[in-house]
């Protein structure tokens, strides 16, 4: 997947809050082409309401790799900035695209309490630079996917995600965030 990563820009010093609102949109745009491949794949999604469903999962597990590939990049003050940028940014792409599907309501503390529980729910999985999330965590978060699908090759979609969707996710990240950092 292509995502536009450098800045405009080039001579200017970023926010670490403009970093995060940055990698805010890649994360949404990742996580809706996830979902998109696995329609293309003959996984059953049937209405949009369960389209961004989906989108929030892999949404809290990209912004969870996010925070584990840049924790190093930042001191305590500044990765907290960074991450509250990042998860509100994230909660506002969710709650506009809510309210085109939903209709008017409050979707905005749903997606934090869900990021909440997914970033506490991965914490205790490895990581590693080189590898990424390891094999548990991938398909950890590909069970959590699979609850959220249709009936349809339900059966399979965590194996998809643990092995073609993450590394997708992955290469990815791993070409965008070091970009934003220049």
Not at 165 to 171: H, L
């Amino acid at each position: 997947m292509r995502v536009r990563s450098k800045w405009s820009k080039k001579d200017k010093t970023h926010t670490v809050e403009e970093i995060g609102a940055a990698l805010a949109f890649i994360a949404w745009r990742i996580a809706a082409n996830t979902v998109l491949n696995l329609e293309n794949h003959e996984y059953q999604t049937d209405t949009q309401s369960q389209r961004l469903d989906i989108i929030g999962e892999i949404l809290t597990f990209t912004i969870h790799i996010i925070d584990r590939m840049t924790i190093e990049r930042f001191s305590a003050e500044e990765r907290q900035r960074f991450m509250g940028e990042l998860a509100l940014k994230s909660a506002k792409h969710m709650e506009d695209n809510r309210r085109d599907v939903q209709g008017s309501g409050e979707y905005k503390q749903a997606f934090i309490d869900l990021l909440n529980q997914r970033m506490a729910d991965y914490a205790d999985f490895s990581y590693s630079e080189q590898d990424g999330p390891g094999f548990p965590m991938k398909r950890y978060f590909g069970d959590f996917v699979a609850q959220h699908m249709g009936e349809k090759n339900r059966q399979w979609v965590s194996g998809q995600i643990s092995e073609i969707e993450v590394r997708e996710i992955m290469a990815t990240l791993k070409k965008s965030v070091p970009n934003l950092f220049m």
